[in-house]
């Protein structure tokens, strides 16, 4: 488990320490705020758009070989960031992180999901669900602290090296992993795979780079070549799951979408994962009041610890709740947004936002492991990798989505009313977002889990 929550915790976390050290890695290589969002962008479109490809990967040719490579490409992609002389190396190493990032992270729910049964698998996914969550937070804070701190006088650059350590420990102990990997005889679905990266990357690519050059045109352009390549897509993998294609399995079968209680825990998860917004405004009000990076990465804390003791309680709470752990951590969230709301309304900084905060982070220390358990576990083991890409996937472009959308809104009402009416209008909004996955989440409980059958319809 130490093994696999390694390999969890690198990707997001390198999504978010950047944060921070974005105006220190801008004064020391140069390219102005432009090379601050292709930092950012770069990363996070390669990551997301290749996630589903990198389970399916790991389902035929191995789970633990695919952990091992991508575990390896992103300490050298993390070491080739740590040491970049000029902006384009930096931005190389970026896109060659995501693209390792997406190899490595599915493994790791995918294994849990193969290889544990009963109370052990819930166990495990509440580690891994911790793990996910707390890296935003970590991201955040850490980020703040290896800047301010200078380490060894590396600056920005400790940011990427910390990974290295992470990584040499996940290699040593990826000695004791075990892999009860039974496929191989399918052929990767080659075409699917690049129809389904070209139409995610339509819709990932404006969203996270269209905000910052003011929704330029070809950002709508590659939005509605998405939609037609994704439809494509969609058609070809259909005729792959009915049996046309020989050995080619279908990269994404249509039915593993369509199987009951899926696609409502799909959503459930995309709409919970609109609070990834909530770390972005509250990164811009913190420097807007004048709040130092160091005293918005302790502001933020309360949070992480929330989130660190929200899955510690879960075996506790499921003899009192049951399966509906999900909805309660969730109407936690949307208590603790509506709070930390009426404070800063009322108050604007202030200390007594530390509750809410920590409220937040215990609601969703409590939904996150449940709602991967509940999305998982609606499709067979032999899909363990489809199913971890799915929810990963899931989770980045819903952040990718959040981030523009909501983060849009931030700065829309910050010009016309100010920071402390943006930030309070956004925590209402995804309070109610919240709400709403509470609601899914509770639909997708009462449909029976596919432990049992053996294959994913063909749909």
Known sequence: ??????????????????????????DDLGGGDILGQQIVAGYAATYAVTLTLGGRLGDLYGRRRAFLIGLLGFAFASLLCGSAG???LL???????????????????ALIRASLDGRDQTVALGFHGATLGLAAVIGQSLGGLLVTAD???????????????????????????RDPHTRGAERLDWIGAILLFAGLAGIVIPLV?????????????????AVILLRGFWRYESSLGSGRRGRVMALVPPGAIIAPGVRIALVSVALFYSIAAFFLVFSEHEQTVGRTPLQASLDILPLGIGFLIGPLTVSYLVRVMGRRIAALGLCLETIGFLAFA???????????????????????????????RITVTHLPRAFAGLASGLVNATLQISAALSVAIIGGLFYTFADAYGSTAAITAVSLLIAALLFG???LSLRAERVSSADMPSKVPAG
């Open 1 to 26: 488990m130490a093994t696999l929550l390694a390999g969890t915790l690198l990707p997001p976390l390198d999504f978010f320490i950047v944060n921070l050290a974005i105006p220190s890695i801008q």
């Open 86 to 88: 000029e902006p384009w």
């Open 91 to 109: 931005l190389a190493g970026r896109v060659l992180q995501g693209l390792t990032a997406a190899l490595m992270a599915p493994q790791s729910l």
């Open 151 to 177: 380490v060894w006088g590396l600056g920005w650059r400790a940011i990427f090296l910390i990974n290295l350590p992470v990584a040499a420990l996940g290699l040593l102990g990826s000695l004791f992993l």
């Open 209 to 225: 780079e269209g905000r910052a050059l003011d929704w330029p045109w070809w950002c709508f352009v590659l939005v509605a070549a």
């Open 342 to 372: 009426g404070l800063v309304a009322a108050f604007d900084h202030t200390a007594w936002t530390a509750a809410p905060l920590a409220l937040i982070g215990f609601g969703q220390g409590l939904a996150l492991p449940s709602l991967i």
């Open 437 to 439: 996955s509470a609601l």
